[in-house]
């Protein structure tokens, strides 16, 4: 089946940092979401980007689908500790409409 | 989301015990997905349904079984379980919503340990 990658699976950053999580594929990906879950917590939607090099911000996180849609990135501008969790990418589309193929995550850690 | 709840939370159970996690939606979603979670894996689909009648395997369904009662109700089933099924959980419902993929509501979650 098809595998998105998702890389760096750690990042510990101090309090006003960035950071950024990729998620890369090796076939074409019909559309992604990207997804949060707080330590303890459920993972809970984002956001979903469709089309090739579209660009999304959610105030300080910053969505971006690649040109030739295999590969996606999350920045987040000045960390808080708000930020602190497991961010996962997905895969939504090809034949299974309706099902998800989830990355491996990236876990952030926020030092104040 | 209260709207998708599991039960039970937690459950310590051993080798070769049947076991029957809960999953049940006031969302009127017709979609529901069960995953498990491991360190380092992500999230891992044992099953889906898409509507009552529809029961499908996910990438990692063996030892695993699904029962669709209800639109409202989705059982995840260990007929017989082994230590590599502790992990955690999740319980999942989408509303169908033609060929795009629709956002997923996860329930709090099930941390199952099987000693």
């Known amino acids: 089946g098809q595998q998105v990658m998702q890389i760096p699976q750690y990042q510990h950053v101090q309090e006003g940092e960035d950071f950024t999580t990729y998620c890369n594929s090796s076939?074409?990906?019909?559309?992604i979401q990207w997804y949060k879950q707080r330590p303890g917590g459920h993972p809970v939607f984002l956001i979903q980007?469709?089309?090739?090099?579209e660009v999304k911000k959610q105030k300080r996180l910053t969505f971006q689908f690649g040109e030739a849609k295999k590969n996606s990135s999350l920045h987040i501008t000045a960390t808080q500790t708000t930020d602190v969790g497991t961010y996962f990418c997905?895969?939504?589309?090809?034949?299974?409409?309706?099902?998800?193929?989830f990355g491996q995550g990236t876990i952030l850690t926020v030092h104040p | 989301d209260a709207d998708v709840t599991q039960t039970p939370r937690n459950r310590i159970t051993k080798t070769g015990k049947r076991i029957m996690l809960e999953c049940s939606q006031t969302?009127?979603?017709?979609?529901m997905y069960w995953y498990r979670q491991d360190p380092g894996l992500g999230l891992r689909l044992i099953y889906y349904?898409?509507?009552?009648?529809?029961?499908n395997k996910g990438e990692i369904s063996d030892g695993y079984s699904v029962s669709r009662q209800a639109q409202a109700k989705f059982s995840l089933s260990l007929e017989s379980a082994i230590p590599n099924q502790t992990a955690l959980y999740f319980c999942?419902?989408?509303?169908?919503?033609?060929?795009?993929?629709?956002?997923?509501?996860f329930g709090p979650g099930t941390r199952l340990t099987v000693l």
């Open positions: 999942a419902t989408s509303d169908l919503g033609g060929q795009s993929t629709d956002t997923q509501y």
């Open positions: 980007l469709v089309k090739s090099g």
């Open positions: 076939t074409t990906l019909s559309n």
């Open positions: 969302k009127g979603h017709d979609r």
């Open positions: 349904s898409f509507d009552v009648k529809d029961i």
């Open positions: 997905a895969d939504g589309g090809g034949t299974s409409y309706g099902k998800l193929t």
